[in-house]
């Protein structure tokens, strides 16, 4: 089982769509959550961290479910710029490495 | 503001060819990594070093060295190129002070390797 499982996708939403992506993580260890951005033949990008007790910013919310081993990312009111891929990344508290995922795909359609 | 900045942009080699990809970052931070990503597999960790004279194998280190030449510069370097190595890399920094704001990776715009 790989460390961080994220769903590929593609996930086509039409523009104004909500859409939500889940991150399965297996080592209940890890302590740092986030979501990356990563545009096509470009970097990773930090789009958000992701609290215990969950965070919005504008169109975006995160979601931690430690129990459940899981974070999520719920886009609002979709727009064209918000195709990507969204990476997942987790890391455990006194290491200094990171788990990313292999990413979900997203296409905003006109 | 620079951040981490690469060096090559893109690359072709041939087989058994030697190279170094550079990377300096003027954020200060303590951490910087190496990353490989390939189609369908993510970014993997091929070396790291937590601060200014140390380094570490991350997944995926065969193949490759690397340098922390000081607190701004890690450079990676193949050997003897081969074609499994065609890849793209990213090298990343990171503050790591604790905190969560400081445990943000910050990433360079990439090495496109390709190995004939």
């Known amino acids: 089982r790989k460390e961080v499982e994220q769903d590929p996708g593609p996930f086509n939403v039409p523009e104004g769509a909500t859409v939500a992506f889940n991150c399965t993580y297996s080592?209940?260890?890890?302590?740092?959550f986030f979501w990356y951005r990563q545009d096509c033949r470009k970097e990773p990008k930090l789009l958000m961290s992701v609290y215990s007790s969950g965070n919005e910013d504008g169109r975006f919310t995160a979601q931690l479910n430690r129990a459940s081993q899981y974070i999520s990312l719920l886009i609002r009111d979709s727009k064209l710029s918000d195709s990507a891929t969204y990476l997942c990344?987790?890391?455990?508290?006194?290491?200094?490495?990171?788990?990313f995922g292999t990413g979900t795909r997203l296409k905003v359609l006109a | 503001n620079a951040g981490v900045t690469q060096t090559p942009k893109f690359q072709v080699l041939k087989t058994g060819q030697s190279m170094t990809l550079q990377c300096a970052q003027d954020?200060?931070?303590?951490?910087m990594y190496w990353y490989r990503q390939d189609p369908g597999m993510g970014l993997r960790l091929i070396y790291y070093s937590a601060s200014e004279g140390t380094t570490d194998k991350g997944e995926v280190p065969n193949g490759y060295n690397v340098s922390r030449l000081n607190k701004r510069e890690f450079s990676l370097r193949l050997e003897s190129a081969a074609p499994s190595q065609t890849s793209v890399y990213f090298c990343?920094?990171?503050?790591?002070?604790?905190?969560?704001?400081?445990?943000?990776?910050?990433f360079g715009a990439g090495t496109r390797l390709s190995v004939l």
């Open positions: 954020m200060n931070h303590n951490s």
């Open positions: 080592n209940s260890a890890s302590q740092s």
């Open positions: 990344v987790v890391s455990s508290q006194g290491t200094y490495k990171y788990i």
């Open positions: 990343a920094s990171r503050l790591q002070t604790g905190g969560l704001a400081k445990n943000i990776q910050y």
